[in-house]
């Protein structure tokens, strides 16, 4: 069955410290994986997403996420986290063929202390 | 450009009403998705179109449910008669190409 799973609901850190939100996901096909955002009262927005070459991919607000085959994973990493970076995070994997329907993590939720 | 645009923002309704969620999608955009997000469920999609066309509607929860696109920038989603389990934030998307936007979202509560 296709699934994704972020095995952490919730996790704190300081600010200024190092963050890595982690995804694993199963999927019969090519994946094509993707890191959402939302904060309280929004809706999604798109911190990254992979669909094939480098397994390093770069997003905005300074996040980064690896990919790794064997590992079937896609973790969300930030070198220094900001107050402004407690939101919900969501890993998603979807297919080259239709790139908006997709299954989503259950979620992380982040929380940054000062 | 505006983004997605969802409205009510916010919907009370008693059990039995009709609800109609609207969705105006980016301009351009061919693909147009609703989805649901619950504590329990997460998010879940529930139909998708494709250039006004409905492709796939099997998350769609049941009959009470339904969605219509008339046009390129307007979408709806109708649930008659709503039901207590109905509450949830309904979401609606578009994209063009690989990358999907989603909308502020309609939070839907059912006494």
């Known amino acids: 069955a296709q699934s994704v799973t972020q095995p952490d609901i919730h996790i704190t850190v300081s600010e200024g410290a190092s963050l890595e939100l982690r995804c694993n996901y199963s999927y019969g096909a090519t994946p094509y994986l993707f890191w959402y955002v939302q904060s309280p009262g929004q809706g999604l927005q798109l911190l990254l997403k992979?669909?094939?070459?480098?397994?390093l991919v770069q997003g905005i607000k300074g996040f980064e996420a690896e990919f790794k085959r064997s590992q079937s994973s896609f973790n969300l990493r930030k070198p220094s986290v900001h107050w402004s970076d407690a939101a919900e995070y969501f890993c998603a994997v979807g297919s080259s063929g239709n790139t908006g329907k997709l299954i989503f993590g259950q979620g992380t939720t982040l929380q940054v202390k000062p | 450009d505006a983004g997605v645009i969802q409205s009510p923002r916010h919907e009370v309704t008693e059990m039995g009403q009709e609800v109609t969620l609207r969705c105006k999608p980016i301009s351009g955009h061919d693909y147009l998705f609703w989805y649901r997000q619950t504590m329990m469920r997460g998010l879940e999609l529930l139909i998708y179109?494709?250039?006004?066309?409905?492709?796939?509607d099997s998350g769609m929860p049941e009959d009470r449910f339904s969605a219509k696109m008339p046009n390129a920038s307007f979408s709806t989603l109708k649930i008659q008669p709503s039901e207590p389990r109905d509450s949830a934030v309904y979401f609606c998307?578009?994209?063009?190409?690989?990358?999907?936007?989603f909308g502020p979202g309609t939070r839907l509560t059912v006494l």
């Open positions: 998307a578009s994209s063009l190409g690989t990358s999907l936007y």
């Open positions: 992979y669909f094939s070459g480098d397994t």
């Open positions: 179109f494709n250039n006004n066309v409905p492709i796939d």
